[in-house]
């Protein structure tokens, strides 16, 4: 009964919230001015573009693994094993190392799905341990140390300015984005995905291949990890081993959910993820050129993330509902 | 009950399977314990008991919100690590009152946490997830990003690291505390009520149990034991900084799932994952000691945990 309540009433709101965050964190950024005496100049936008080409196809496949009703705990070591296999592939050519590692992903990604969908596994604790496997093989290819890329001149290539505020790295995303827009609005697997998310049974019954689209999302989410590791271990010509945690987990999974993607499945888009994705990408920006602490950046993630999960909390609104009862006020529950 | 289920059930394929996996990692680990040098000795005994000390006691909290349906908590680590920073910090204070606080302080943490996801139904990873965030933000912001050492002219704290009749204080302190919380879950009404809720979150609503309330009380059971494992780790590395969050939220939760607690919650017990812990504690002493890269161990740890998920799982469907 609430379920549906819900789904009718929250789209007004929701779907705007993405555009609205961005609008503020862009207003934010004319106001750096007016506080300090910086100019924000072109640069500041290319800036922010190569943060989107860095994180945002993480955001976009994790948000796609939560638009089907699951989770993937293991891009942030996809990530650095696509950075590490491109780095000790591509010495000859990079093209080649690109290919190992979307390769690596597609393995990683096949296995973890053939799991899930396979057992009917949560993918919470499959992924925790993918997350761990990936992590010990980067460490073991990489010899527990940086790797070095001698081959400058591509990751120079790469993070050349195109148009003064982009990049070849940045317009890959940003192509990636609206091919994935065009597919989960116009082609019917984009329909069965949020089916698989919404209500996994009905899908099963309607003739969803879900088994199927459910390993096909999480090679597509280890595709998202690698892809962006990889191109940005050219641009560093460096790769690293190092458990970074899970700041590129955490970097993805709020900017999916600022951009309306919701953790009860079924609801998101990928122009929703790329207004996240910005969202968060000026905020750095902004904290960059205020010249913040790093400290100052993972408490306003972090609060972030914990704010938008409660936002998406599925019982939050009946909480205020019966809360607002016992106070007597019950005019808002006369029906519209 | 679980054990009843077990003796009526006819033998299935998963049981097979799952006899055979702890017969493989028996034999794998006695080959281990007889070819691996310095394995055998008194020493090193010690070593993996107080190894199996700090992360089990993490573990055994935790196995609480795994009980109750609710996953894990991925703040355990950072927990560990600003408890250890506070304990060490508020010395100052008297040994009594850093133990009193630091514990109060992760009761709490874990209490804000439990009641966001009871009350609101929001996702335990992703509230852990950003949790995490906050706490590293935190402390690095309160500590100015250096490490906290015991003020001086303090010893009290040592006696928390120093060996009494032969074995290091943790390991006493792990089997107390696991004890008493293996008593609550078994002997009293929350204990009850928990595994209720785990095994089927409808039944429990409809059962009127106040859910927010156990939630509240399993994400602090949980966090409160943490912050009681970061005293002991910052007593005894005498220095604390955010470098001890390390790996302590994985192996924590490798423990849970090696003890064959079922994810999905319900079922399972605390003596499981005090065993877990052992076994885990055990596994990366041995694999040391062998030479084992960081990177083996890290791997070893993660097939363990994907096919102890996959054995769990086909057993409980076998149900």
Redesign the interface.
């Known amino acids: 009964m609430s379920t549906v309540e819900r789904t009718r009433r929250r789209p007004r709101g929701g779907e705007l919230a993405p555009y609205a965050i961005l609008a503020i964190m862009i207003v934010a950024l004319a106001l750096v001015p007016v506080v300090t005496q910086y100019t924000v100049r072109t640069a500041n936008v290319y800036d922010i573009f190569q943060n989107f080409a860095s994180y945002g196809l993480v955001a976009l496949a994790l948000g796609i693994t939560i638009i089907a009703g699951e ?1 993937d ?1 293991s891009v942030s070591s996809m990530y650095l094993l696509g950075g590490m296999v491109a780095v000790l592939t591509g010495a000859g050519s990079p093209m080649l190392g690109i290919a190992a590692a979307l390769g690596a992903a597609v393995v990683v990604g096949v296995t973890q799905g053939g ?1 899930i969908a396979g ?4 993918s ?3 992924t ?17 140390k940086s790797v070095l890329y001698d081959n400058y001149t591509v990751g120079l290539r790469l993070d050349e300015p195109v148009l003064q505020i982009f990049s070849i790295r940045s317009l890959v995303s940003l192509g990636i984005f609206v091919v994935a827009t065009l597919v989960l609005r116009y082609l019917r697997v984009g329909r069965d995905l949020r089916a698989i998310g919404g209500d996994r049974r009905a899908a099963r019954v309607a003739g969803v291949p879900v088994d199927r689209l459910l390993v096909g999302v999480f090679v597509v989410s280890a595709l998202g990890a690698a892809l962006p590791g990889a191109l940005l271990s050219y641009s560093l010509a460096t790769a690293s ?1 190092t458990n970074i ?2 700041d590129v ?2 970097f993805s ?2 900017a999916a ?1 600022i951009g309306g993607v919701s ?1 009860s499945g079924g609801k998101g888009g990928a122009v929703g993820i790329a207004a996240g994705v910005l969202s968060l990408s000026v905020l750095q920006e902004i904290l960059a050129i205020l010249r913040s ?14 704010a938008v ?2 936002v ?5 609104s009946q ?1 205020f509902r019966t809360t607002r009862i016992a106070t007597s006020v019950e005019d808002e529950r006369t029906p519209a | 009950m679980a054990r009843v289920g077990i003796e009526r059930r006819p033998f299935r394929v998963a049981d097979a399977a799952l006899a055979l996996w702890i017969a493989m990692l028996a034999a794998v680990t006695v080959y281990g314990a007889a070819t691996t040098t310095g394995f055998l000795t008194v020493s090193n005994m010690k070593a993996i008991l107080t190894a199996a000390s700090f992360v089990g006691i993490i573990a055994v909290g935790l196995t609480v919100i795994v009980l109750s349906g609710n996953l894990f908590s991925l703040a355990l680590g950072q927990t560990a690590a600003i408890s250890a920073m506070v304990f060490l910090y508020t010395l100052r204070l008297g040994l009594v009152a850093a133990i009193l606080l630091t514990l109060l302080l992760g009761l709490t943490i874990g209490a804000v946490q439990g009641f966001v996801v009871g009350a609101w139904g929001a996702n335990p990873i992703i509230v852990t997830i950003g949790a995490a965030g906050l706490m590293e933000g935190m402390a690095v912001w309160l500590s100015h990003g250096q490490s906290i050492v015991p003020p001086a002219g303090q010893t009290s704290w040592e006696h928390l690291a120093n060996p009494v009749l032969g074995l290091p204080a943790p390991v006493y302190v792990f089997i107390v505390v696991t004890v008493i919380l293996a008593v609550v879950m078994r002997r009293t009404r929350f204990g009850r009520q928990i595994y209720l809720l785990g095994e089927n979150r409808t039944a429990a609503r409809a059962a009127a149990l106040p859910i927010t309330l156990l939630t509240v009380g399993a994400f602090g059971i949980a966090s409160l034991y943490t912050a009681g494992s970061g005293v002991l780790i910052g007593a005894t590395s005498a220095n604390a900084s955010l470098l001890l969050v390390g790996s302590y939220t994985y192996d924590a939760i490798a423990a849970a799932l090696v003890g064959g607690n079922a994810v999905t919650g319900g079922r399972g017990s605390i003596a499981r994952t005090a065993l877990g812990a052992i076994f885990i504690a055990t596994i990366s002493d041995m694999l040391l000691l062998r030479g084992y890269s960081t990177g083996g161990q890290i791997l070893v740890r993660g097939i363990i945990v994907v096919v102890v998920v996959v054995l769990t799982n086909l057993r409980e469907r076998s149900r």
Do not use: K, Q
């Open positions: 989770f705990l799991l057992f009917r596994l949560n919470m604790p499959v925790l341990g993918g997350y761990l496997v990936v992590l010990g093989i980067t460490y073991i290819l990489g010899h527990n081993p945690g899970f987990l955490t999974a709020t959910l953790l602490p790093d400290y100052v950046s993972s408490l306003i993630t972090g609060g972030l993330l914990v999960t409660i998406w909390a599925p019982e939050l909480w």
